[in-house]
C-alpha cells in the first residue's frame, strides 16, 4: 500500500505533466499521463472508504451566531 505522501507526491507529478504537456514542453503524451493517473487512482483506492484518522475534530456544518455592529451616524 502506499503512504499518502507518496501519493500527493505522484499527484505532483501529474500536474507537473500536464502543464508541460499544455505548453508544449512535455516529454510524455497525454495517454502515458492518464495510465500513470489511472495508477495513481489504483494507489487510492485503500483511503477511499476508510475513515479520516488525520481529523482532529468532526467537523459539521452548523448556522453559527453572526452579530452585526452598526455605527449610529
Given amino acids: 500500500m502506499m503512504t499518502k505522501l507518496s501519493i500527493i507526491s505522484r499527484l505532483w507529478s501529474h500536474i507537473t505533466d500536464l502543464r508541460l504537456l499544455v505548453r508544449g514542453q512535455g516529454n510524455k503524451t497525454l495517454s502515458q ?3 500513470e493517473l489511472d495508477m495513481t487512482e489504483y494507489y487510492c483506492r485503500p483511503y477511499a472508504d476508510a475513515d ?5 475534530n468532526e467537523i459539521r456544518a452548523r448556522p453559527e451566531t453572526v ?3 452598526c455605527k449610529n451616524q
Fill in 33 to 35: 499521463i492518464e495510465e
Fill in 67 to 69: 452579530l452585526f455592529y
Fill in 52 to 56: 479520516d484518522v488525520d481529523k482532529h
